[in-house]
């Protein structure tokens, strides 16, 4: 099944919300094995909306709107969709009463035009909203598909969790079990990663092999079909066992985890604590691990350093190593990190420190990152970095590396 989303708003067009709706649509049929080639943004305007469907109509057999359906006199996908598919609307009445309910349970006046989001395409089956009030619909009409959800997220999602899914399963012809796993990695660009795996990209048929960069690392999303979903996971260990032999030196994770998550987890397991040293970062990386239920027992705290002054009278780094490295200095990150491992008391010390930008400091170029991690009798271990991007994306990635540098040595040691 080849799918098109049409988001439908003139919001999504003046960029006042961002199109989430298409983003989630998009991930969900991926797990049911429905292509999605085309997302389309428009108006509200019944003409452009018209040319928009008639378009889909030549290149989609699933094409699916979001948004529309509301009580406002701009809310005319229904109307437009139905001129185009030559069907008729009607009052859908569980609907109606399920909105009167809910204007009598607030104790607010119900105005005539909310009447119009109960209307729905005759011969169309309805998905209720159970977090609004505008149901949604299915409906095919000469071998096409046609879905309407209602615009907002927290409507959108539930409905299609509970009722467009299923909707969904019920039209697909091959009724098969589909399963997908996402392989996270960090320390490896998204080139390098494909091309070390470019004879499976280039082969593969099933399971299937979907890479997509962000945030500074990589994932491979392998999705696998098949009428037994044991014999559909099988295809899924043999796949990750093949990508791993190539590149498991980089893989922390799998599917929704992150690298600060996995930190946790290690250092959980492990009995371990640890504190951070912030200079560039500025408190960001204890506030990425103190964000998980639970960290509170392994994260002693943080010292945000970023004067000369605080990181020799708290941290102890040694004025000579300020007069002579400087506080962007391979030094400065060891000293740092066994400053806040001693007078935290932890078992690991984390610093770091670096130029995040607009200009220059002590000489050093924008980017210039180092970090230090003190561990197991106060052995320690200093990274140099040179990152590139805006001031919020160096601390961001600065904050991963350093998630990356730990999580390693937990592992290794």
């Not at 593969?204 to 009428?227: C, S, W, Y």
């Not at 893989?251 to 200079?279: K, P, R, V």
């Not at 007069?323 to 008391?345: H, P, T």
């Amino acid at each position: 099944m080849n799918a098109e989303i049409i988001g439908v708003g003139s919001e999504l067009l003046l960029g006042q919300i961002a199109n989430t709706n298409a983003q989630y649509l998009s991930k969900k049929f991926a797990e049911l094995g429905i292509n999605v080639y085309y997302h389309t943004v428009v108006g509200d305007n019944a003409s452009r909306l018209k040319a928009a469907i008639e378009t889909a109509q030549k290149r989609a057999d699933l094409i699916v709107f979001t948004g529309g359906l509301g009580p406002t006199k701009d809310d005319l996908t229904k109307e437009t969709i139905a001129s185009v598919l030559g069907v008729s609307l009607t009052t859908n009445e569980q609907a109606l009463e399920s909105i009167e309910a809910y204007f009598t349970q607030t104790n607010r006046v119900m105005t005539p035009n909310n009447k119009k989001q109960a209307i729905v395409l005759e011969g169309s089956t309805v998905l209720p909203n159970d977090f609004g009030m505008a149901p949604g619909m299915g409906i095919t009409v000469d071998n096409i598909s046609y879905m309407l959800f209602p615009g907002p997220p927290k409507e959108l999602y539930p409905m299609y969790e509970s009722y467009g899914q299923a909707y969904l399963l019920n039209k697909l012809e091959v009724k098969e079990s589909i399963e997908s796993r996402v392989l996270r990695f960090f320390g490896i660009g998204e080139s390098q990663l494909e091309t070390e795996i470019e004879d499976l990209l280039d082969a593969q048929t099933n399971p299937t092999i979907a890479p997509l960069a962000a945030d500074g690392e990589v994932t491979l999303r392998l999705t696998a079909k098949h009428t037994d979903s044991n014999v559909a996971h099988q295809l899924l260990d043999q796949m990750e066992q093949s990508i791993l032999k190539r590149v498991g030196d980089y893989f922390y994770g799998y599917d929704t985890t992150s690298l600060h998550n996995e930190l946790i987890n290690e250092l959980m397991n492990q009995e371990l604590t640890i504190a951070s040293a912030e200079s560039l970062t500025g408190g960001l990386f204890s506030e990425r691990l103190t964000s998980i239920p639970g960290a509170g027992s392994i994260v002693n705290g943080a010292i945000v350093a970023y004067q000369n002054e605080i990181k020799q009278q708290v941290l102890g780094v040694q004025q000579q190593t300020l007069r002579n490295e400087g506080a962007v200095s391979e030094q400065c990150a060891i000293e740092m990190a066994l400053g806040v491992k001693n007078l935290l008391k932890t078992d690991i010390g984390i610093s770091f420190t670096g130029v995040a930008g607009p200009s220059k400091q002590e000489g050093k170029a924008v980017g210039t990152v180092y970090i230090g991690i003190a561990y197991k009798e106060n052995k320690t271990h200093v990274y140099q970095l040179q990152l590139s991007g805006s001031r919020q994306g160096i601390r961001a990635r600065t904050v991963n590396y350093g998630c990356h540098y730990a999580l390693n040595l937990l592992k290794n040691n």
